[in-house]
């Protein structure tokens, strides 16, 4: 059974996602040990805490500095002994000692196509706003294992979604979601959980 940690720091539908898809046997042989978040309000904790997995959030504002919120947050993920961690929607750059640590073991979902619209600056509705200023007609997300970069990892999956006329940031952000990352998030878990 592969232990899965989730990381969050918003709505966390991406978690329901994955939960559902264990529910309905879409992803086998892998189970949700915790949820983390830096942020307290984030909904996704909820979503754990109903599903009766921990929920657990580190705060940076509860550490003196940088240092001792990463040691933090490293010191949680080791506690549950995790066989993979999973950033979703988790807008926090992963600490360097952590990455080293769990090389090939942690994965992001990204909502473009890399390497299009990713990078520093681009998360959550600003990646959809800079594709439909730049008028792209195909857009979609991508599943990546995290390296020391910025959305640099070897890609995993990857899902197109088309834009469509009078798409807003806020229309576009729920069909790539629906149509693509609720899609291919389970399916890498899944695909790495039974390889
Ligand atoms: C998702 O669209 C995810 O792809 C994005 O944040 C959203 C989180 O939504 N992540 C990034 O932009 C990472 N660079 P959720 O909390 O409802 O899953």
Request: charged share 25%; hydrophobic share 45%; with cysteine.
């Amino acid at each position: 059974m592969l232990r899965v940690g989730v990381m969050v720091s918003g709505g966390g539908t991406n978690l329901q996602a994955i939960l559902d898809a264990i529910d309905a046997g879409k992803i086998r042989n892998a189970s949700v040990e915790v949820v983390i978040s830096n942020n307290p309000g984030a909904y996704g904790l909820e979503r754990a805490k109903k599903h009766g997995i921990d929920a657990i959030c580190i705060s940076p504002k509860e550490f003196a500095d940088r240092e001792q919120f990463n040691e933090a947050l490293v010191a949680k993920v080791d506690e549950y002994q995790l066989d993979l961690v999973v950033l979703a929607g988790f807008l926090v750059k992963i600490p360097q000692q952590m990455i080293d640590k769990y090389e090939h073991r942690i994965i992001n979902i990204h909502p473009s196509l890399i390497p299009s619209f990713c990078g520093v600056g681009y998360y959550g509705l600003k990646v959809h706003e800079a594709a439909l200023a730049r008028g792209v007609k195909i857009t979609g997300a991508t599943v990546h294992y995290v390296d020391g970069g910025m959305d640099t990892g070897p890609i995993l999956l990857q899902k197109a979604v088309e834009v469509k006329e009078g798409d807003t940031p806020t229309i576009l952000q729920r069909r790539v979601m629906e149509e693509a990352e609720w899609v291919i998030l389970p399916q890498a878990i899944d695909r790495i959980a039974n390889p």
